[in-house]
């Protein structure tokens, strides 16, 4: 069974940068694509940064372009989200999802799996 775990949210100032990471386990992910979503409250789910797993072709929302950079470490398993001059608007709760037919896509129904989340609240 396909684990994610992710880690790295917290409170930041407004510019401010964070880290992400997703460890995952339970399978071989050599055809996947790992996406990052987020969701503020009362908002709907919506799609940030995906990755294949090999040959590392990304897709990125247009709110995070040029700020965001999706990477994966195959050897470790994990994904990460570099988040860089951070907004107020970027606060949700993030969460990674394995899509394992290798679909580099921005529809969260897609994704087979997904982590437990992680809060992310940048401050004005």
């Known amino acids: 069974q396909v684990q994610l775990i992710e880690s790295g949210g917290g409170l930041v100032q407004a510019g401010g940068s964070l880290r992400l990471s997703c460890a995952a386990s339970g399978r071989t992910f050599s055809s996947a694509v790992m996406g990052w979503f987020r969701q503020a409250a009362g908002k709907e789910r919506e799609f940030v940064a995906a990755?294949?797993?090999?040959?590392?072709?990304?897709r990125y929302a247009d709110s995070v372009k040029g700020r965001f950079t999706i990477s994966r470490d195959n050897a470790k398993n994990t994904g990460y989200l570099q988040m860089n001059s951070l907004k107020p608007e970027d606060t949700a709760a993030y969460y990674c999802?394995?899509?394992?037919?290798?679909?580099?896509?921005?529809?969260?129904?897609?994704?087979?799996?997904w982590g437990q989340g992680t809060q992310v609240t940048v401050s004005s």
């Open positions: 990755i294949t797993w090999t040959g590392g072709s990304t």
């Open positions: 999802a394995v899509n394992l037919r290798g679909l580099l896509t921005t529809r969260a129904a897609n994704y087979d799996h």
